[in-house]
């Protein structure tokens, strides 16, 4: 589930992540995305938000989300932030990126967080 508020963003985000085979839902509303996530909480593998955003901050839906599915691997992206910061992020167990986002980083850590949540787990995939 992607979330950014620049719709353009989330968008390509989504289209990214379908360009290494992954499937992407892109939401531009945050209180939309909660709501979206709440009705099929299993759907969704990961969480890539951005951090300023009306209604819910990026760090407020992931609290949000993780009160359904405690250990949903989450990213936050931001391009600036008085909130939240990598070490922050680290703290709440989010992966932290600063926009523009290294598009090879970020497609390098979602497979590590996707692997590692798929293990922790276990059975089918």
Same mark, same amino acid.
């Given at each position: ?29 945050? +209180? *939309?995305?909660?709501? &979206? @996530?709440?009705?099929? /909480?299993?759907?969704?593998?990961? !969480? %890539? ?40 992020? +680290? *703290?709440?167990?989010? &992966? @932290?990126?600063?926009? /523009?986002?290294?598009?090879?980083? !970020? %497609? ?18």
């Amino acid at each position: 589930l992607v979330v950014d508020d620049e719709l353009s963003l989330g968008i390509f985000m989504a289209e990214l992540l379908k360009s290494y085979g992954y499937r992407a839902t892109s939401v531009a509303d945050s +209180a *939309e995305a909660l709501e &979206l @996530f709440t009705q099929e /909480p299993e759907r969704f593998a990961m !969480l %890539i938000t951005d951090q300023t955003m009306p209604h819910l901050t990026g760090t407020e839906l992931i609290e949000a989300t993780r009160r359904l599915r405690p250990q949903l691997p989450a990213i936050l992206c931001t391009g600036y932030s008085d909130k939240v910061d990598a070490k922050g992020a +680290a *703290e709440m167990d989010i &992966l @932290f990126f600063e926009k /523009p986002v290294d598009e090879q980083k !970020l %497609i390098m850590n979602i497979a590590e967080l996707l692997k590692a949540s798929r293990d922790n787990v276990g059975g089918e995939a």
